[in-house]
């Protein structure tokens, strides 16, 4: 049975997606909860996964019994397991938070989220197993497909948003394959480990930079990265609540994963990656700055969060461009949190969009009385994204502020504070609104309108989530991601 | 007992908790109050003898950063501080309770329940044990402050809640980057008397890391130039101008101010650098011209708000001159004008309460109208001024004493100077309130019992430790053991440390 | 110098479908030819790999009887790899279509800047 959870977590989400719809069509109710019961056993599949990785080693699976380097194979590492959990996390909650009447309330509309969803998930869970460069950009694309059906479905902005995005992502995907198609010419293999060992001899060839850079380039714009970032604030703010909240959670995490794979795991530490990687520390300082300023600029909360989003991907690309353990570190820890804080923040604003129709930071007057528990989950998560202790949007700060000290990188360390100083004015810019003003006179004080409990459930265990592994990151930080870090850093 | 430190942090987080549920039922939200305002007290004071027999309380939980725990630990300094707080969270307690029935204040359940969490947060700060302890409860304490200071809802208020923010938090990121360097150089230590960071680093280095320290802690302690926010958060109800911006959290900035430089630079590490004079210096100034300040203010509240920054620098240039009576005198003095500048802020609160008037001149007569709070009032402000037989002379002759000590007669002249400063500020307030002429007949009429009650009973506490120090819970044998602790410890790291 | 070019002239190809698609997808205002670059980029990407497996002389992989140097077939795997591209911008074309006909039906055109005109109304 272990021998064969790799690949289970993958085929599990996948199987469900192709059922859901079906399902739907016989029974109506049963396609929410079969959604569920995938994602919750994919789940549990990752953390046995991830924890008898933690115990016995790596795990790896021939996919079809073709033995690699010819043939696909899945690995599960402490930094892929990591990622499984994180993806299947979010996705179950939510799951739950979209509710069995997804998408509309008819069946059929339903049983259609529910099937992208779980093919959204495939893609994502897909890259962060395989081991295999090209099956990455299979499922890079998978993930695409689903996320664009379901962006799409916001209404005719999000469609023309989303337009837009896939012809961005495609853009990305291509220019990712073409990278792929370099290291194959050099290597001969596509191997992720394989490939590892052959690059080593051809460091020095031409070809292996324009392989680097394509490939660099390819998944910085999946990852948002600014300048590349320009797909984003429009695909994240027209998107229904549900498909926001997740994609904004783990979709760029998990190209960013892809970046941190490839540079880490795939290229020599010498050479272009090298090259690339300081590259990336500059371009990423202005990510954070940027992303933060032009965060501070919205009147929109949903595009506020979407910047800030741009900027915190920043964080995490500048800790792999430190390259010290301790920034990475604080770069996977910052990938895990921004994951559960900012899939928090968006299932938060698009619960509130939902129930009362408001989505503009000046119309937020008063909403800390109508739907407490949402906005007390909302100051969490944003004192989490400013970076304040003890949750753990602080301790993977402080990882990042201390890998920056370490190597001496004394501009990052300004950009690192002023981020955060940039995060408290727009952050309490929304506190000030929700709690300070109130409301318009004549209108009354509106009810109180919390938000339904499966909704309101999956937000205050993100929210708890925060805290809680704020206080215990140690043993995230001890007991996965020390493990997680590239061969010559780990313990 | 190695539990009391968190327990006594945690009983008012709880309590906050049970304040917010019992939104609707105001009787029961205030005896949650009173109860964990009693335990907490309780509970810090069951410490003291331990504490005193020269015992530390301490105890570490979950593991936050590589080496750093949360560790919890009542030591002597840290006894000061908490049980000034506690003590004193119980009669700002009742008074909170008679000033914003009688003043019909809105949103009360939010205002008791931040209450809550900010004590809870000086508590933590109080028993840190290290350095990230005291960063948590030091931000904690920054938020929970925030919902009181903005509490009015109104335009002067969030413009006030503003400054409070961009002073504090912007100087609390300071402190980290002062926090991730010291773990760069020093992994995982507690606070020492003495300090531990002799010899760890060239003195550039961590000259660098003391300003940016200092800077995060000094816009708490309202050192000048980062005194802003204090006069601007004096919009907040009297109450929490009162405890918070008398005690919790400019204390919480001086205390802090103390266990850098005396637990964790030291004050030969200090001196080494050269920061010791420099430090000195800036709170020589923030002295004097934060006197001359409040000279000019003419609304009452403001006028003590300055008086505050000015006193507050008392406690770092004691902290700066380094020796053993200074130390103490310090330490002595974040108690002693704890009380005094508490009295004061009730008075005031009194007193607008019952006439809605802080404006100085429209004070006149008043004295006779309300006797005990103007009584009280005058026996704060004597105090301040540094009177013999009020509890400032204490401190402020210790402090002096320092000053001879450390071979710097000059700051002697300086707490002089600001002595008769004090009187300059303070004298006309008294004058007009007892002599001044009013525009009606006067009458007996104080505010209600609630209110003058507590005041009342801090200007006794502070007339009974000016003439016995000792009195009650050994404030004075508190402060001068650690002063002495710290001390040693210095002489041992210079001896054990070397120079770097 | 000529050499570069006649030597790789099935690379260069690829790379100047490479730009003809960049360039269509970002400067052109109309979103069916956005489309169409689209796939014209996916073509480029599609040929370099061919010309990857390529080899002077060889055969298509498919075996031919008593022939059993492995040097006499071209590399089958990218062209393995390529249909797997193929399917995949296949879907996307179909995903794209369909986003392009929800808009039409919206907006009546499909002209880029008359959409956002119409969008900022």
């Known amino acids: 049975m272990t021998a ?20 739907a069509l016989a029974f109506p109710k049963a396609a929410f909860a079969v959604a569920c019961l995938a994602l919750a056993a994919a789940g549990v599949a990752s953390c046995a996964a991830l924890s008898h990785v933690l115990a016995h080693g790596t795990l790896r699976y021939e996919l079809g019994g073709w033995a690699p380097p010819w043939g696909i194979e899945y690995v599960v590492d402490p930094l892929s397991g990591g990622m499984g959990a994180l993806i299947t996390l979010i996705a179950v909650c939510v799951v739950v938070y979209a509710g069995p009447r997804a998408n509309g309330g008819s069946a059929a509309r339903s049983g259609m989220f529910h099937s992208l969803f779980l093919l959204l998930v495939t893609g994502l869970l897909g890259i962060v197993l395989t081991g295999d460069m090209f099956n990455l950009y299979v499922f890079l694309e998978i993930s695409s497909l689903a996320a664009y059906a379901l962006l799409a479905s916001g209404g005719i902005r999000g469609t023309v948003a989303t337009f837009r995005y896939l012809i961005v992502g495609t853009i990305a995907a291509t220019f990712y394959l073409l990278g792929t198609g370099y290291l194959y010419a050099l290597t001969g293999t596509l191997n992720m480990a394989d490939m590892a060992a052959r690059l080593t001899a051809v460091v020095d060839a031409r070809a292996y930079g324009v392989a680097v850079v394509l490939t660099v380039i390819g998944l910085a714009i999946k990852a948002a990265l600014f300048p590349l970032h320009g797909w984003l604030p429009d695909a994240y703010t027209y998107a229904p609540a549900p498909v926001t909240g997740f994609i904004a959670a783990v979709m760029a995490k998990v190209s960013a994963y892809a970046l941190f794979r490839v540079l880490y795991f795939v290229t020599p530490a010498e050479g272009a990656s090298a090259q690339a990687l300081m590259l990336l520390g500059w371009v990423s300082v202005i990510a954070v700055l940027a992303g933060s300023i032009l965060a501070m600029a919205q009147q929109d909360i949903r595009r506020m969060l979407a910047y800030s989003s741009v900027g915190q991907m920043g964080y995490i690309v500048l800790g792999f461009a430190l390259g010290t353990p301790a920034a990475l570190i604080g770069a ?44 007390a989950a909302f100051v969490v998560a944003a004192l989490a994204m400013i970076g304040l202790p003890p949750t753990l949007g602080f301790f993977s700060k402080w990882y990042l502020l201390s890998g920056a000290v370490e190597a001496r990188a004394w501009l990052f360390v300004a950009a690192l504070v002023l981020s955060s100083l940039l995060g408290i004015v727009y952050f309490f810019r929304v506190f000030e609104f929700a709690y300070l003003k109130t409301p318009e006179a004549g209108q009354g004080t509106p009810p109180r309108q919390e938000l339904p409990l499966h909704m309101l459930a999956p937000i205050l265990v993100l929210t708890a989530a925060v805290l809680v592994f704020g206080l215990l990151n140690q043993q995230v930080v001890g007991g996965i991601i020390r493990h997680a870090l590239p061969g010559a850093l780990a313990p | 007992m190695s539990r009391y430190p968190l327990l006594a942090v945690l009983v008012s987080l709880l309590a906050a908790g049970a304040i917010l549920l019992s939104d609707r039922r105001p009787n029961v939200r205030e005896a949650w109050t009173f109860v964990a305002a009693a335990v907490k007290f309780l509970l810090v004071v069951s410490m003291l003898p331990t504490v005193l027999a020269g015992g530390v309380i301490e105890a570490t939980y979950a593991e936050l950063l590589p080496g750093w725990s949360l560790h919890l630990r009542a030591d002597l300094f840290g006894l000061i501080f908490a049980l000034l707080a506690s003590g004193l969270w119980i009669l700002t307690s009742i008074y909170s309770i008679g000033y914003m029935r009688a003043g019909h204040y809105t949103h009360q359940t939010g205002y008791f329940a931040s209450f809550a969490v900010c004590l809870s947060a000086t508590m933590g700060i109080a028993f840190a044990g290290n350095l990230i302890t005291f960063f948590l409860f030091y931000e904690m304490l920054t938020l929970a402050t925030y919902p009181l200071v903005v509490h009015d809802r109104t335009e002067e208020a969030v413009a006030a809640g503003r400054k409070y923010l961009a002073y504090t938090l912007g100087a609390g990121q300071l402190l980290l980057l002062a926090l991730v360097a010291v773990a760069v150089l020093a992994p995982g230590e507690s606070f020492q008397p003495g300090g531990f960071l002799m010899g760890k680093a060239p003195l550039g280095v961590l000259g660098l890391v003391f300003v940016l320290g200092l800077i995060g802690v000094g816009a708490k302690a309202a050192i000048m130039p980062l005194h802003g926010w204090l006069p601007a958060a004096m919009v907040a109800p009297t109450p929490v101008s009162a405890l918070l911006h008398a005690v919790a959290v400019v204390k919480a900035g001086t205390f802090g101010c103390l266990r850098l430089v005396h637990y964790v630079f030291g004050v030969d590490l200090l001196r080494a650098m050269g920061a010791d004079t420099v430090l000195a ?29 000015s006193q507050l620098s008392y406690i770092v240039l004691g902290a700066a001159l380094g020796s053993t009576a200074a130390v103490a005198g310090a330490m002595f ?10 009295t004061l802020f009730f008075c005031a609160g009194a007193i607008y309460i019952k006439t809605h008037k802080l404006e100085i001149p429209d004070l006149a007569g008043l004295g006779r109208q309300m006797p005990i709070t103007f009584g009280a009032f005058t026996l704060g402000a004597l105090g301040l001024a540094g009177t013999p037989l009020c509890v400032g002379f204490v401190s402020k002759w210790n402090l002096g004493m320092g000053a001879l000590q450390s071979g710097q007669a000059v700051f002697l002249a300086v707490f002089v100077a600001s002595g008769i400063l004090n009187f300059a500020y303070f004298f006309p307030i008294i004058y007009t309130a007892f002599f001044g002429r009013p525009g009606q007949a006067i ?54 440390g070397g120079m770097p | ?34 489309l169409m670059a689209m796939n014209i980029l996916q073509v480029a990407a599609i040929l370099f790999f061919i010309a990857l497996a390529e080899k002077t002389g060889a055969t298509a992989p498919i075996e031919v009887k008593g022939l059993h140097d492995v040097g006499a077939y071209v590399n089958p795997l990218p062209h393995a790899l390529m249909l797997t591209a193929i399917v995949v911008g296949v879907s996307t074309t179909g995903v794209a279509l369909a986003l392009l006909i929800r808009i039409h039906r919206h907006f009546g055109t499909l002209e880029e800047p008359e959409i956002l005109e119409r969008m900022r109304l």
Not at chain 3, 12 to 34: D, E, F, R, S, T
Request: one cysteine or more; glycine letters at 10%; a positive charge.
């Open chain 2, 281 to 309: 210096v800036a709170a020589a100034l923030t002295i004097l011209l934060a006197s001359v300040r409040a000279l000019g203010e003419q609304n009452l509240k403001r006028r003590l708000a300055y008086s505050t920054v």
């Open chain 2, 443 to 496: 009458r007996f009429d104080e505010a209600n019992p609630a209110l003058w009650a507590p005041l009342a009973a801090t200007a006794v506490v502070s007339l009974i430790l000016g003439i016995y120090p000792n009195a009650g819970l050994q404030f004075y044998h508190l402060a001068w053991t650690a002063a002495e602790s710290v001390m040693a410890g210095a002489g041992q790291a210079l001896a054990g």
């Open chain 3, 1 to 34: 110098m000529w050499e570069n070019v006649s030597g790789y002239l099935n690379y260069w190809l690829a790379a100047v479908l490479l730009l003809i698609g960049l360039y269509g997808m970002l400067g052109q205002p109309n979103l069916v030819k956005k």
């Open chain 1, 332 to 375: 996977l820890l910052h990938l895990f949190g921004h994951a559960v804080m900012k899939g928090c923040l968006f299932l938060v604003v698009g619960g509130i969009q939902w129930r009362t129709g408001i989505y503009k930071i000046s119309d937020y007057a008063g909403m800390g009385r109508r739907m407490p528990l949402t906005m």
């Open chain 2, 333 to 342: 003095h974040i108690v002693a004008h704890g009380f005094m500048k508490i």
């Open chain 1, 4 to 23: 064969h959870l790799p690949v289970l977590i993958v085929v599990l989400p996948l199987a469900a997606a192709v059922a859901v719809p079906l399902v």
